[in-house]
T-cell receptor, first 116, second 111 residues
Framework: GAVVSQHPSWVICKSGTSVKIECRSL??????MFWYRQFPKQSLMLMAT?????????EQGVEKDKFLINHASLTLSTLTVTSAHPEDSSFYIC????????????FGPGTRLTVL | GIQVEQSPPDLILQEGANSTLRCNFS?????LQWFHQNPWGQLINLFY???GTKQNGRLSATTVATERYSLLYISSSQTTDSGVYFC?????????????FGAGTRLAVHP
């Protein structure tokens, strides 16, 4: 149980375009979903937290107009990187918590974004 | 905010050796988790351990919340144990329990 999927697993896009990443909890209803960013050989940094049906809460320094988060249902959250630039290239990972293991977070496999 | 420190930053082991990874945190926490990040980037949940001791096969973990540290033990290491081990502590902030990650311990197990 507690499986989280992400799609796509990797994406290459041109500078100036927008990219949408999906995060789904497959076998539980996620009360809260989280989006992280990880640069090479570094740790995970929390970008934002979202609950279904409400606006996301962004961490300090994260541009909410650039990283749009939509938490449409208890099993789906999306992150849209708008007007992507090369410095947005990174590994984006989502996590979800809920179900029987209420306080434990489970992570998706990540999405590697490369902006040319 | 809470600080999470892991040691050692790097560890090289011969297959079959045992090791202990440490995680110190600077404040009281609601939750502590250990993860293994495999070479493809997937974080695998090892332990959810806000306090006490748990064991799962060759791995075990102990968290002493009053002294603000957690330990991950790996016994009889295998090459497949290689990767980065993260601990993450949860603090309540802005209405949510947020996980703060340590910098990780990069483990290489050689045959």
């Amino acid at each position: 149980g507690a499986v989280v999927s992400q799609h796509p697993s990797w994406v290459i896009c041109k500078s100036g375009t927008s990219v949408k990443i999906e995060c789904r909890s497959l076998d539980f209803q996620a009360t809260t979903m989280f989006w992280y960013r990880q640069f090479p050989k570094q740790s995970l940094m929390l970008m934002a937290t979202s609950n279904e049906g409400s606006k996301a809460t962004y961490e300090q320094g994260v541009e909410k107009d650039k990283f749009l988060i939509n938490h449409a249902s208890l099993t789906l959250s999306t992150l849209t990187v708008t007007s992507a630039h090369p410095e947005d290239s990174s590994f984006y990972i989502c996590s979800a918590k809920g179900g029987s293991s209420y306080n434990e977070q489970f992570f998706g496999p990540g999405t590697r974004l490369t902006v040319l | 905010g809470i600080q999470v420190e892991q040691s050692p930053p790097d560890l090289i082991l011969q297959e079959g050796a045992n090791s202990t990874l440490r995680c110190n945190f600077s404040d009281s926490v609601n939750n502590l988790q250990w993860f293994h990040q495999n070479p493809w980037g997937q974080l695998i949940n090892l332990f959810y351990i806000p306090s006490g001791t748990k064991q799962n096969g060759r791995l075990s973990a102990t968290t002493v919340a009053t002294e603000r540290y957690s330990l991950l033990y790996i016994s009889s290491s295998q090459t497949t144990d290689s990767g980065v081990y993260f601990c993450a502590a949860a603090m309540f902030s802005g209405g949510y329990n947020k996980l703060i990650f340590g910098a990780g311990t990069r483990l290489a197990v050689h045959p």
